[in-house]
């Protein structure tokens, strides 16, 4: 599997494979560089929610989590290289200063910085074997701003104003806590439809954060719905839903005591699911 991902992500970042089509999200879609959600404005569900199913993408999700607590993490995506970019920060965060992380990860002043080869060598060690090596066979073939232009990655326009404004670990002294809890936190990968990945799952949890997943894949919403509440959830568990809008549709299905709705000032905001006691 870890060969066929090199040579796949090779492909798709020489241009010598096209990674889209007429579906979104599949097992060779892109990688999210940073969250389009506003995850700091729903951090306070996160805190001290020990065991975690969540989403991948592009990791902050997780890494958000993890400063607010967690430390028995599920990632889950339906793409195969989310896995990778998450332990590439987690490795990065474990070396790089805040001020270093962001050059790495976003520069907006220095576009040819980003993915710098010789500041990945000097973490690179902090990496398991696999992870390691999928990362230096696009190094060792590419410089840093072709594989950050490819369809490996999402071409959202990524500021750092939004970037810190969405996330918690990189606001204030935050990065710092993180740099000292993370090491803490145990994060196990899975591949595969996050419907088929939980109708196999027998553990329980404090928190699942399913992202905006809400959108994709499901037969209506009622087939979300049949989802989250299949989910084993620990007592005061919480499932979490981001939502990019709050359809009239979406009221009209998630009704009862279970759901209420966080809407923010943005016009976004996450649907809270709450099993009844």
């Known amino acids: 599997?870890?060969?066929?991902?090199?040579?796949?992500?090779?492909?798709?970042?020489?241009?010598?494979?096209?990674?889209?089509?007429?579906?979104?999200?599949?097992?060779?879609?892109?990688?999210?560089?940073?969250?389009?959600?506003?995850?700091?404005?729903?951090?306070?569900?996160?805190?001290?929610?020990?065991?975690?199913?969540?989403?991948?993408?592009?990791?902050?999700?997780?890494?958000?989590?993890?400063?607010?607590?967690?430390?028995?993490?599920?990632?889950?995506?339906?793409?195969?290289?989310?896995?990778?970019?998450?332990?590439?920060?987690?490795?990065?965060?474990?070396?790089?200063?805040?001020?270093?992380?962001?050059?790495?990860?976003?520069?907006?002043?220095?576009?040819d910085q980003i993915l710098n080869d010789d500041i990945y060598d000097g973490f690179r060690n902090d990496l398991d074997q696999d992870d390691r090596k999928f990362w230096d066979s696009l190094f060792q073939f590419f410089e840093g701003g072709q594989i950050y232009d490819s369809f490996l990655f999402s071409h959202e326009i990524v500021t750092l104003s939004s970037a810190i404004e969405r996330n918690v670990y990189l606001q204030d002294s935050n990065y710092n806590k993180l740099q000292n809890v993370i090491t803490k936190a145990n994060v196990s990968h899975y591949v595969g439809d996050i419907k088929d990945i939980i109708q196999s799952d027998h553990d329980s949890y404090d928190l699942v954060n399913l992202s905006s997943i809400i959108?994709?894949?499901?037969?209506?919403?009622?087939?979300?719905?049949?989802?989250?509440?299949?989910?084993?959830?620990?007592?005061?568990?919480?499932?979490?839903?981001?939502?990019?809008?709050?359809?009239?549709?979406?009221?009209?299905?998630?009704?009862?005591?279970?759901?209420?709705?966080?809407?923010?000032k943005s016009g976004e905001g996450v649907m809270v699911y709450k099993k009844k006691k």
């Open 215 to 264: 959108y994709y894949g499901f037969n209506g919403f009622d087939d979300y719905k049949n989802l989250i509440e299949n989910i084993n959830l620990n007592e005061d568990g919480v499932t979490l839903t981001y939502l990019y809008q709050l359809r009239n549709r979406i009221k009209q299905v998630f009704t009862g005591d279970s759901y209420t709705f966080d809407m923010f």
């Open 1 to 111: 599997m870890l060969n066929d991902d090199i040579k796949l992500a090779q492909k798709i970042v020489s241009g010598s494979y096209n990674n889209t089509g007429s579906l979104f999200y599949h097992d060779k879609s892109f990688i999210y560089k940073f969250s389009n959600e506003e995850i700091s404005s729903y951090q306070k569900y996160q805190k001290n929610k020990k065991k975690m199913l969540s989403i991948t993408a592009s990791g902050d999700q997780i890494l958000n989590s993890i400063l607010a607590g967690s430390i028995n993490i599920k990632s889950c995506d339906i793409s195969r290289f989310p896995k990778y970019f998450f332990e590439l920060k987690r490795a990065a965060i474990l070396n790089l200063t805040k001020d270093e992380f962001i050059n790495f990860f976003i520069n907006e002043s220095d576009y």
